[in-house]
């Protein structure tokens, strides 16, 4: 094609256009870098999503009801075989809860246990308690599961003995001296960040007993097959359900995550945008200093017969050839480092002896990377878009020179 050609030969640098070659050179590096780092760091913030979902949700239930009512829930078995006949639900798990403190050694520690069957562990926290801790819990009913957060920071180990105080109210809202019930350490659960300094599980029977529920269970969490639906479902569930119970789920105790992690993909795509266009604005002014130094050449083409659609053409693809080059790069850089970022980072770790994130604060000690092939996609078109549209001024600015003011 003509325009290609064309385009090629006003690219050759010679001693006059140094300085228009550098300013091309540093569009294309500024497009491939812009492209090279979204990529990464979209990826970056899949892998956080990613983790949020198999390691939180996996253990915060998606939604749960409990009654408001002292006594529990009613008809147990019955609403535990509706809710298994729902399509929307992939399990259903009745417990109950306490909130107290953790004594031992005369340090304390507020602690939030739940209580659910035996089996209710085994396969609701397969990944996080191991098959040896699941057997002893299985057998204790004073058996305690806790968190490795507070195992380490309240130096326990298994088969210590501890209590969990529980506060007691009176019916003017005054407090009694609280309720204490001794249990042995029979388990570890780890989940990552705040959720292992706070969790605990027990049996559900001696929860219930604790607390004074007379029913089987004080309330039933869900796990959805969709847990990005649990607001909706949740709502459907609560509002039609024959007895009066309070309805949560996870977007109100967990979901701040999940907008953090929203919120700085939208931070980072937008201001990685604005550098793939500030990159593109170098193609402009590179094209502006190629046309005024082309003036002669054009006026000469334009003579021999080519058109303006010809010369339009041949300084768009000029500028083309730079989105393309940058993005070609940046992509390719992209897709290699992406897949593979969680290692290099544990490398440049051990290389440095440094922690990026630490697993006492998030929930996870390592960078987690995830490459969707629509973020790569999505990024290769935004940016040979905003390589084409910042063409536009310069070739119609080429296309109108005349040839008898350009031979002047």
Known sequence: MLAFELAQKFRKTRSQQRFISFISMSSTIGIGLGCFVLIVLLSVM?????????????VVPHGEIYSKSESGIENLEAQLYRFSQDSRLDRVTPYTGLTGMLQSKGELKAISVTGIPVNSVKEKYAERVTKNDWARFSTQENGLIVGKGILDSM???IGDTVQILIPQTTQ?????????????????LSVGGEL??????????????????????????FTLKDPFSAYDTMRDIGYSYPQAVYMSDWTRTQG????????????????????????CFNIVSSLVMAVRDKQASIAILKTMGATDTLIRNTFVLQGVINGVVGVTVGVALAVIVAPNLSEIVRFIESGLGVEILSGDIYFIDFLPSSMHWLDVVVTMIVAMILSVGATLYPAQKAANISPSSALH
Do not use: W
Request: net charge positive; glycine share 6%.
């Open 155 to 157: 130096d326990l180990a």
């Open 46 to 58: 899949n892998g956080f999503e990613k983790e949020l979902t198999s390691r939180i949700l996996s």
């Open 196 to 221: 292992d300094n706070q969790l605990g599980l027990m049996h559900l029977k001696t929860v219930s007993q604790a607390i004074g529920i007379t029913s089987k269970a004080q309330g039933i969490q």
């Open 256 to 279: 701040h995550l999940y907008s953090d992690i929203q919120l700085v993909r939208a931070v980072v795509y937008i201001a990685l945008t604005l550098v793939i266009a500030v990159a």
């Open 172 to 188: 003017d809202l005054t407090f009694k001296a609280p309720r204490s019930i001794t249990l042995k350490i029979a388990g570890v």
